[in-house]
T-cell receptor, first 113, second 114 residues
């Protein structure tokens, strides 16, 4: 079985300050982990993914995430938030041959002036 | 990059009617497509996995006779909500797997049943 837990349902930051969105995973096998972003009434856009290569993964729009096996974590960070980063973010895990995706409950990022 | 087109983006239908949603991979072939349902301010719940040329695999609790999935070609999967009722109102999203661990999502369909 696989699951992800997004520890914060809502995060608010000021523009220009760092962003930290937390995610912990549970998986019986070596997981692949993803972060997706969703803007209102839109589909999902891939920010980055981890697939057992480098543990520090760099994604689009300045986001990055670090896979920490000892902590079963895959937190998403960005050094400086921009207003356009305001959206819903999903941490996602995939394991096994079926490669089905299991989504976390999402974190809504609010960016204020 | 890979593009998945999903239509319609929104639809309003009367209770008891059926609605078809299309999901097309525009520039790649997708042997596997996935259908998700998303309630307001909630996460995506996998409804079914659609494999080209075979029957879809439904997740537990999803009525296969209500949510008909057809994946007749490598670029097209359809989801038909039959005899829709207000509780079927939701945001439906498809995803196509281009290769292992490479998924592209459609832009979603907002279904409102009145």
């Amino acid at each position: 079985a696989q699951s992800v837990t997004q520890l914060d349902s809502h995060v608010s930051v000021s523009e220009g300050t760092p962003v930290l969105l937390r995610c912990n995973y549970s998986s019986s096998y070596s997981p692949s982990l993803f972060w997706y972003v969703q803007h209102p009434n839109k589909g999902l856009q891939l920010l980055l993914k981890y697939t057992s290569a480098a543990t520090l993964v760099k994604g689009i729009n300045g986001f990055e995430a670090e896979f920490k096996k000892s902590e079963t974590s895959f937190h998403l960070t960005k050094p400086s938030a921009h207003m356009s980063d305001a959206a819903e973010y999903f941490c996602v895990v995939s394991t096994g041959t079926a490669s089905k995706l299991t989504f976390g409950t999402g974190t809504r990022l609010q960016v204020t002036l | 990059g890979a593009v998945v087109s999903q239509h319609p983006s929104w639809v309003i239908c009367k209770s008891g009617t059926s609605v078809k949603i299309e999901c097309r991979s525009l520039d790649f072939q997708a042997t596997t497509m996935f259908w998700y349902r998303q309630f307001p301010k909630q996460s995506l719940m996998l409804m079914a996995t659609s494999n080209e040329g075979s029957k879809a695999t439904y997740e537990q609790g999803v009525e296969k006779d209500k949510f008909l999935i057809n994946h007749a070609s490598l670029t097209l999967s359809t989801l038909t909500v039959t005899s829709a009722h207000p509780e079927d109102s939701s945001f439906y999203i498809c995803s196509a797997r281009e290769e292992l661990l490479r998924y592209t999502f459609g832009s979603g369909t907002r279904l409102t049943v009145v």
